[in-house]
């Protein structure tokens, strides 16, 4: 029986290695969307402070309460973003570096 030959080898772990970083580039943009979701109540509540002498906030208090509470989620749905993608990055660098060690000569193409 004949071994496999390189070239089949060689294409195997480019196309892994490719899988792999396709899926860091994905997590890549989660943590941009995370970052997104945590600057975006900030800039509401940096207008609602800017704007605060316009209104007396306990007459509007049904409208704050809910927002803050929506401001809130948003904060909390970007940090789980940020710290979920930032996982998976280091991961993925792990995984590359793994495959980098056991690649032999194919190691000097690999990132």
Do not use: W
Request: hydrophobic share 50%; with cysteine; charged share 15%.
């Amino acid at each position: 029986m004949n071994p496999a030959p390189q070239g089949g080898i060689d294409s195997a772990l480019a196309g892994e290695v490719q899988m792999i970083l396709a899926e860091k580039r994905t997590a890549l943009a989660s943590l941009r969307t995370g970052i997104a979701l945590f600057g975006l109540p900030l800039s509401v509540l940096s207008l609602l402070v800017a704007t605060s002498k316009y209104y007396e906030p306990m007459q509007v208090l049904h409208f704050l309460l809910p927002l803050l509470v929506l401001c809130l989620g948003l904060v909390g749905l970007g940090v789980f973003l940020i710290v979920r993608s930032v996982r998976h990055i280091h991961r993925y660098d792990r995984m590359i570096r793994s495959l980098k060690r056991n690649a032999g000569a194919m190691s000097e193409f690999i990132e």
